[in-house]
Every structure is written in C-alpha cells, then in structure tokens.
C-alpha cells in the first residue's frame, strides 16, 4: 500500500499521472474484450441455446460444465448472450463504434434504453382488450349498463359521422 502522507505535490502529481495512464490501459482493453471476448461467449452461448428442445427454458449446467462455461457468472453470460443477439442491430452498431463503453453492461443497458420504443408491441386480441375493459370498469366503479351506454353512443355518434371525402 502506497503511504501518502510521505509524498509531496510533485510525487503525488507523478503518482496521480500514472494511475491515469494504467486506467486508460485498463478501460481501452475493456473495450477490446467486448469483441474479443464477450461477444463471443454470446455467441457460443446463443448456439447451444439454440440446440435446447423445445421443454428446455434454459442451458442445462452440465452442459455449460462440458463447455467450460459454468465458471462465468450468469449474469455475465446473460449480457454476453444479450450483446450477442444485438450486435448486428444498427443502434448497437453505434454504441459499439462510439467508443464510449468499456463495460458489457453498461452498453447493453444503453442499447435497451434506446431501442425501447422502437420495437413494435404485439397487438392485443379481443379477449385481452375485453379483460382490461373488465379490470378498468372494476377499478372505477363502472357498472355493465353505464358501459353498454356509453359503448352505444359512442358507435352511434361514429357510424352517423361520415369523412369529408366521402361527401365530396
């Protein structure tokens, strides 16, 4: 352990100077283990994924044993897995060319945030519109008769509405 006290200004400027210099060596080579490393653990893992049956959710451990892949802590492997099914994404892409991430999660929680909203939402079907409408009439108290009527006034007003260019 370093003994500051003993130190004046310009030994603790030199000292300061090269700490800075060993965390650039250590983020640049961060940055360079994202490709090296990470996304090619994603990769393995993505390919043993993908030869899972149909019943399995998960990558057994004893498989991951017999790949020497046990030992990475799961949530490494998640980010490298998720790292892997992004890269070709063009806002990861981005992120990657940007240089401004040296850590997997860090990036892959950067890449979540902006494609959040781009990824269309599946559409809802009838009977889970119908179970909302259910649950929204129980919370505010709206009974089965206040909705057929405002359900029918509401379709009546739009059936009685016909667009411009229809008239024209």
């Given amino acids: 352990m370093t003994?500051?006290?003993d130190m004046n200004e310009v030994q603790l400027a030199e000292f300061g100077l090269?700490?800075?210099?060993?965390?650039?060596?250590?983020?640049?080579?961060?940055r360079k283990e994202i490709e090296s490393h990470h996304l090619v653990v994603g990769k393995m893992l993505a390919f043993l994924r993908s030869k899972?049956?149909?019943?399995q959710k998960q990558i057994p451990t004893k498989t991951l044993k017999k790949f020497n892949l046990a030992s990475i802590d799961r949530r490494r492997r998640k980010d490298a897995e998720d790292l892997a099914k992004s890269w070709e994404h063009p806002t990861m892409v981005e992120l990657v060319k940007s240089k401004r991430f040296s850590s997997v999660t860090t990036l892959?929680?950067?890449?979540?945030?902006?494609?959040?909203?781009?990824e269309p939402k599946q559409p809802k079907t009838a009977e889970q519109l119908v179970e909302e409408l259910l649950?929204?009439?129980?919370?505010?108290?709206?009974?089965?008769?206040?909705?057929?009527?405002?359900?029918?006034?509401?379709?009546?007003?739009?059936?009685?509405?016909?667009?411009?260019?229809?008239?024209?």
């Avoid at 206040?146 to 024209?168: D, G, H, R, W, Y």
């Fill in 3 to 5: 003994n500051f006290i």
């Fill in 52 to 55: 899972l049956t149909a019943e």
């Fill in 18 to 30: 090269t700490l800075a210099k060993q965390d650039r060596r250590i983020t640049n080579r961060d």
């Fill in 135 to 168: 649950k929204a009439m129980d919370k505010n108290e709206v009974s089965t008769n206040e909705l057929f009527e405002a359900l029918q006034l509401k379709l009546f007003n739009a059936s009685n509405e016909t667009p411009q260019e229809e008239v024209a």
């Fill in 108 to 118: 892959i929680g950067e890449f979540n945030k902006l494609t959040k909203d781009v």
